[in-house]
């Protein structure tokens, strides 16, 4: 028997779950955004943070504008991450407005690089986007690496956020891969 290559299995996944999400139909992908925005907003770990690390969604990706307008509406504060140029690393800068954003690296939306960087994790509650997640928090991202490196580093609380049809039950995952603390659909 040959042994499995996790970049082989994570491209085969990667490349399945992204053409199910293209074709998704925008009404149903709407009403699911606003789904998981309550069931975030519902998460006793949402409700005693004080700061939630979100991020810019792409198409593709399970919405992120309402969970940020209500993590501000509840009085929090808001950080998105912005990639560090010729580096797999990312810093999150507070924002307090989505006039704050502009196109970053792989052309999606980013905090300016004059915002104020999170520097301190206490109190803080950070939404892991996933392509797919198993029961055990481990997730399908898009294989660069940047949210496994952060999370390396990260003391908060970690929450993936992905549609009910991306969990399966176990995922392959490498050594450095993170798990994430909970999900939600």
């Known amino acids: 028997m040959r042994p499995l290559d996790i970049r082989v299995y994570k491209t085969q996944l990667r490349e399945k779950v992204k053409k199910s999400r293209s074709e998704l139909d925008s009404g149903l992908k709407a009403s699911m955004d606003s789904s998981i925005a309550d069931n975030v907003r519902r998460l006793y770990q949402y409700k005693n943070c004080s700061t939630v690390l979100a991020y810019s969604s792409t198409k593709i990706e399970v919405g992120t504008k309402k969970i940020i307008e209500n993590a501000w509406a509840d009085g929090k504060k808001v950080a998105l991450p912005r990639c560090i140029p010729g580096t797999f690393l990312m810093e999150f800068h507070?924002?307090?407005?989505?006039?704050?954003?502009?196109?970053?690296t792989f052309s999606v939306l980013e905090p300016t690089e004059d915002l104020p960087v999170v520097?301190?994790?206490?109190?803080?509650?950070?939404?892991?986007?996933?392509?797919?997640?198993?029961?055990?928090?481990?997730?399908?991202?898009y294989g660069k690496g940047y949210y496994d490196r952060y999370m390396s580093r990260f003391t908060g609380i970690t929450v993936g956020i992905c549609y009910s049809d991306d969990i399966m039950y176990r995922m392959y995952h490498g050594i450095y891969d993170r798990p994430v603390s909970n999900f939600v659909i």
């Open 94 to 104: 507070y924002i307090t407005g989505f006039d704050q954003l502009e196109k970053g």
């Open 119 to 141: 520097d301190d994790f206490k109190g803080c509650l950070m939404l892991i986007p996933g392509l797919m997640f198993d029961r055990f928090g481990y997730r399908l991202g």
